[in-house]
């Protein structure tokens, strides 16, 4: 499913935090979305998602504007998102928690305090977990899980609401050297299977031009460049304002 972004524009106050951003995301594509704190990286997701309201623009899927929409309704029309801090019910299981993302997704509210699942939701929950590999931790409450899983749960989420776009905000953030990249290989694998168009927002840059086919880069809520990896690397703006900055760090 293809996403248009139309001179998107939110500001807080007087910081204009994305301004008159225009970016296009093929069906099919797996992008990254990179750029120094305070870029406006998460606001530009959360314009997406309907978490919050833009100021103007346009928000196209498959060629249909939904800026006015709820963020349920965008999530019916094919939008989904994992959040950088995990977002679950920590007292459920990971089976509890699909199980209640499914049963809502499905519009039946009534039942998330009953004791059986209505039909196909525990189905459908056990197919989810089967495909980000969280079937052997199904019974175990969210809250014990590893920072891993947890994050995996997350994606898992996004999901069980069956998306054709799906967001994630960092999903390797606070993880060690080899589980971002198990991370970012399961992201991958499931991209290649489901056939999303994903976004993802990082900061380690090994993972972005490893896997990223276009890199959107954003400071001060403006697209910098635009590109695939090697132009990216090698862009004198992107080095100067961010590439640069981490290199000196280092």
Not at 30 to 53: D, E, Y
Not at 123 to 150: C, F, P, W, Y
């Amino acid at each position: 499913m293809k996403l248009e972004i139309r001179n998107l524009t939110k500001s807080f106050g007087g910081l204009r935090a994305i301004d008159e951003v225009s970016l296009d995301f093929p069906s099919g594509s797996l992008s990254a979305v990179i750029g120094p704190n305070g870029a406006g990286k998460s606001t530009f997701f959360n314009l997406i998602s309907g978490a919050f309201p833009a100021d103007s623009g346009e928000v196209l899927l498959d060629g249909r504007e939904i800026l006015g929409l709820s963020r349920t309704e965008r999530m019916h029309r094919g939008i989904a998102r994992a959040f950088q801090v995990a977002n679950n019910f920590p007292t459920m299981t990971v089976a509890e928690n699909l199980m209640a993302a499914v049963t809502a997704y499905l519009g039946r509210w009534g039942n998330l305090s009953r004791r059986f699942p209505s039909p196909g939701v525990r189905e459908r929950a056990e197919a989810v977990m089967e495909l980000v590999g969280l079937t052997k931790v199904a019974n175990v409450t969210a809250a014990i899980l590893s920072h891993g899983d947890q994050k995996l749960l997350d994606i898992a989420i996004a999901l069980a609401l069956e998306p054709k776009v799906l967001l994630l905000d960092e999903p390797t953030a606070g993880m060690g050297p080899e589980e971002r990249w198990r991370m970012i290989e399961r992201v991958r694998g499931l991209w290649q299977q489901r056939e999303l168009t994903l976004i993802f927002i990082e900061h380690d840059m090994d993972i972005v031009f490893q896997i990223a086919a276009t890199i959107r880069v954003l400071c001060y809520g403006r697209v910098l460049a635009e590109g695939t990896p090697d132009q990216i690397r090698n862009n004198q703006a992107v080095i100067d304002a961010y590439l640069g900055t981490e290199a000196d760090a280092a």
